[in-house]
């Protein structure tokens, strides 16, 4: 059993920041990319950021300079500063992780997701 729980959403006005934490649990051999998504209502579930095992990272065009991913490998977690919060990054935020929980055996996994309001 392998879960993701994450924690760290609320509400927040324009401008403001605040940091998503997403650790991995369970039976866990080891763990690839790991990243975040949002939803926004009426909306496709899109991403947000990539962080790949060794530290290397990717964002979408939306947040560059603004928000930053980040992972502890020792404590299988993964993090995101959102800085200068929009309206428009209003979503739910969900935590994705590729996991291995044998050196074959792969699969993505995802969190509950947390609520992110941005007021104007």
């Known amino acids: 059993q392998v879960q993701l729980v994450e924690s760290g959403g609320g509400l927040v006005q324009a401008g403001g920041s605040l940091i998503l934490s997403c650790t991995a649990s369970?039976?866990?051999?080891?763990?690839?990319?790991m990243g975040w998504y949002r939803q926004a209502p009426g909306k496709q579930r899109e991403l947000v950021a990539l962080i790949t095992r060794g530290g290397s990272t990717n964002y979408a065009d939306s947040v560059k300079g603004r928000f930053s991913i980040s992972r502890d490998n020792t404590k299988n977690t993964v993090f995101l500063q959102m800085n200068s919060l929009k309206p428009e990054d209003t979503a739910v935020y969900y935590c994705?992780?590729?996991?291995?929980?044998?050196?074959?055996?792969?699969?993505?996994?995802w969190g509950q997701g947390t609520q992110v309001t941005v007021s104007s």
């Open positions: 994705n992780a590729y996991i291995y929980r044998s050196s074959t055996r792969g699969a993505d996994y």
């Open positions: 369970g039976s866990i051999f080891s763990i690839d990319d």
